[in-house]
């Protein structure tokens, strides 16, 4: 696998249910990201990853919860979702070259088409 | 704060015409950076071109072009002799070094028929 992966790459659930995403990095990145990509807004920043600790949390709702167990995977948990959670759901990575500035390039996956009932 | 505006939200053109995306940025910051990305009807956005902001020079990549304009706060992407498998969604997107994120633009849908 080279890049960055994320399974699945679509997903059907209803409002009651709990599922993860997952995404995997194989660029040996430091720096992982999750964003939401609806149909009539531009790309949303949800969370960022910096050396597995969160540095960023886009006032997100607690419906969604990131996990990063290690530089290489970020999961985010999804449960009691909402009708409008329905997305397109991209992962991305990048080298952070140093304490708090990040501007180099984030690599996305090919996402999560994610439908909720 | 930081803003990508990509004007256009749809064009179409046919085979081998050339077309120019438009992208116009907002930032206070003396130093960022500006990125162009694909997104094909596969979802993933493809990486096409990163560029700082005391880098005013254009830059060719085979059929691709980028003016990047600071006086008027412009980051154009030309496609010369287009074709079909250039049909995507391009976004333009802006990196400040105070606020760490990438903010992008709306996209751009771009189909070029045969």
């Known amino acids: 696998e080279t890049g960055v992966t994320q399974t699945p790459r679509h997903l059907v659930m209803g409002m009651t249910n709990k599922k993860s995403l997952k995404c995997e990095q194989h660029?040996?990145?430091?720096?992982m990201y999750w964003y939401k990509q609806s149909a009539k807004k531009p790309l949303e920043l949800m969370f960022v990853?910096?050396?597995?600790?969160?540095?960023e949390n886009n006032s997100v709702p607690s419906r969604f919860s990131p996990e990063c167990p290690n530089s290489s995977h970020l999961f985010l948990h999804l449960h009691t979702l909402q009708p409008e959670d329905s997305a397109l759901y991209l992962c991305?990575?990048?080298?952070?070259?140093?304490?708090?500035?990040?501007?180099?390039?984030?690599?996305f996956g090919p996402g999560t088409r994610l439908t909720v009932l | 704060a930081q803003k990508v505006t990509q004007a256009q939200t749809e064009i179409s053109v046919v085979e081998k015409e050339d077309v120019t995306l438009d992208c116009v940025y907002e930032t206070r910051d003396t130093t960022y950076y500006l990125f162009w990305y694909k997104q094909p009807p596969s979802g993933e956005l493809v990486f096409l071109i990163r560029r700082n902001s005391f880098d005013e020079q254009n830059e060719i990549s085979g059929r691709y072009s980028w003016n990047f304009q600071k006086s008027t706060s412009s980051f154009n992407f030309t496609i010369t002799a287009s074709q079909v498998v250039d049909s995507a969604v391009y976004f333009c997107a802006l990196s400040e070094i105070s606020a760490q994120k990438l903010v992008f633009g709306q996209g751009t849908r771009l189909t070029i028929n045969p």
């Open positions: 991305a990575s990048s080298q952070e070259r140093a304490s708090g500035v990040n501007t180099d390039t984030q690599y």
């Open positions: 660029l040996g990145h430091n720096a």
């Open positions: 990853y910096s050396l597995e600790e969160r540095v």
